[in-house]
């Protein structure tokens, strides 16, 4: 595609705005010219993007991916050291549903193991859970690093945001999950099988867990995700209020998802926090886009 041209017997002022022949080929397509007293571009549309073929791609994102799979690896080698004590810890809001049966008199539930190689798998399943919490900032990193090349030095400035805050609202969300969410979860499911002897075991119990944990972890990172799409011109505020009601139709179905019990209010503790973080990142994108806004104005009347 070739880039439009100046109609027909109107120069353009090269002297004036110190661009060279060379440098025509820097403007984008579908880009105005500047008059010859505006003030110089600024360094995004100076900046060439590189290019790269299919190919080149494919082999950048495997890569990445095998970085990522290496640090995965090697944090889950010392997560596994500790996997036992990290079953144990993870096994507390079950364990004090337990002692509270045993202190009202009742005959406590147990964890129960039903097949030889669950054991191994569980500490398996705990340690790599451990691991893709602690390799997150690496992994974050390396998904920068896949999708920089794509963008502005201006948007490559948020690199590291996107891995800190990236990293601790995956953390967070884990967090909220283990803390909050998922003891109301097993405690209201507890309470509906009081009429049955209780049998739990250890597979299903840490499946339900890893499943309310890692849909947090993940569900949390919306604002994260929202922010960068608004900087990189994909969506804006306005559009995503203007669809916000199909924002919380597909975040309380994603709640659904999550969520084993059928009630309105443990269904609210997992989508109302996902709610307001959508949210947050609208208001993040709106003052990104004021600020931008006003930086482009002042430039222009510079």
Not at 235 to 248: E, G, Y
């Amino acid at each position: 595609m070739t880039t439009p041209q100046p109609p027909e017997g109107e120069p353009v002022a090269r002297e004036a705005t110190g661009r060279t022949p060379e440098s025509e080929d820097l403007w984008p397509v579908g880009r105005t010219r500047r008059p010859a007293d505006a003030p110089p571009p600024d360094g995004d549309e100076q900046e060439r993007l590189p290019s790269m073929s299919l190919m080149e791609h494919l082999e950048e994102l495997r890569t990445r991916i095998v970085r990522s799979l290496i640090a995965f690896v090697v944090v889950l080698l010392g997560c596994w050291t500790f996997a036992k004590p990290l079953v144990r810890y993870l096994a507390g809001p079950i364990e004090k549903i337990f002692v509270e049966q045993a202190a009202a008199g009742q005959d406590p539930a147990r964890l129960l193991v039903l097949g030889v190689p669950d054991a191994f798998l569980l500490y398996m399943k705990v340690a790599a859970l451990a691991a893709l919490f602690l390799s997150a900032p690496w992994i974050l990193g390396e998904i920068w690093g896949f999708v920089s090349p794509g963008l502005y030095r201006r948007e490559r400035r948020w690199a590291l945001p996107f891995i800190f805050l990236g990293s601790g609202f995956f953390l967070g969300g884990g967090a909220f999950g283990f803390y909050v969410a998922f003891p109301f979860a097993i405690d209201f499911l507890i309470q509906m099988a009081g009429d049955f002897d209780l049998g739990i075991t250890v597979e299903r119990y840490f499946r339900f867990l890893m499943t309310v944990i890692l849909g947090l972890g993940v569900m949390f990172e919306m604002p994260i995700l929202i922010f960068l799409l608004s900087q990189i011109g994909v969506v804006t505020p306005r559009f995503l209020m203007r669809h916000f009601r199909w924002a919380v139709l597909a975040i309380f179905f994603l709640a659904a998802v999550i969520t084993p019990t059928p009630d309105v209010f443990n269904l609210c503790i997992f989508a109302l926090p996902t709610l307001a973080l959508y949210l947050l990142g609208v208001f993040a994108a709106w003052v990104a886009q004021k600020a931008r806004s006003r930086r482009e104005e002042a430039e222009g009347s510079g």
